[in-house]
């Protein structure tokens, strides 16, 4: 079983939609979690950082931890063609050398 | 506020040749620094890791090193490149503190033909 699983998508969305995203995982002991968002041929760029269960929003933008069944979502309210990129969760148990990525998301707001 | 910088953003260079990529931050002081190799398909890979001048700790056996001649200086180098070595290299950067999050660079893409 893969550390962390994510759907790579692409995921395609008419503007204004909202985007739901998730990674599920199997270590019961990553407690930090992130979501990046990374635009073609760029670095991935920090959007969410969230510590142990529970909900976190920031604009748009709204990540929730749910480590009773290890699952983490991103959701992205009135998606907007700028949107559009791959997403990654990464998460750890401890230290920032130890963080498991997902493969990322390929997200695509239709004007 | 801090930034990263990568260089070049693309590379391409025949199959024996050597390498060297530098990654440099600004605005912190004594970051973690962080290369990564990004593969389709494969996700991020984490390669090499330093929390101080001339630190290094490797992830991966392979056809590459790192140093860190300044503190928020970092390079990756080979030797000899193989065509296993194209990909996307990512630098990145975070704070001593234990769990503080990465901030990546902008990536250079190399192609080893």
């Known amino acids: 079983q893969k550390e962390v699983e994510q759907d790579p998508g692409p995921l395609s969305v008419p503007e204004g939609a909202i985007v739901s995203l998730n990674c599920t995982y199997s270590?019961?002991?990553?407690?930090?979690f992130m979501w990046y968002r990374q635009y073609s041929r760029k670095g991935p760029e920090l959007l969410m950082y969230?510590?142990?269960?529970g909900n976190k929003e920031d604009g748009r933008f709204t990540a929730q931890v749910d480590k009773s069944s290890k699952y983490i979502s991103l959701f992205i309210r009135d998606s907007q063609p700028s949107d559009s990129a791959t997403y990654l969760c990464?998460?750890?148990?401890?230290?920032?050398?130890?963080?498991?990525f997902g493969k990322g998301n390929q997200v695509v707001v239709i004007p | 506020s801090q930034t990263i910088h990568q260089w070049p953003a693309t590379l391409v260079q025949p199959v024996g040749s050597p390498l060297s990529l530098e990654c440099t931050v600004e605005?912190?002081?004594?970051?973690?620094l962080y290369w990564y190799r990004q593969a389709a398909g494969r996700g991020l890979q984490l390669l090499f890791y330093?929390?101080?001048?001339?630190?290094i700790s490797s992830e991966v056996p392979q056809n590459l090193s790192a140093s860190r001649p300044q503190d928020r200086q970092f390079i990756l180098s080979s030797k000899k490149l193989l065509l296993s070595d194209s990909g996307f290299y990512l630098c990145?950067?975070?704070?001593?503190?234990?769990?503080?999050?990465?901030?990546f660079g902008n990536g250079t893409r190399l192609t080893v033909t």
């Open positions: 990145a950067w975070s704070t001593g503190s234990y769990n503080s999050p990465l901030h």
């Open positions: 270590n019961s002991a990553f407690q930090y």
């Open positions: 969230t510590y142990s269960s």
């Open positions: 990464a998460m750890s148990a401890g230290g920032n050398n130890r963080l498991a």
């Open positions: 605005g912190t002081s004594n970051p973690n």
């Open positions: 330093s929390v101080g001048i001339g630190q």
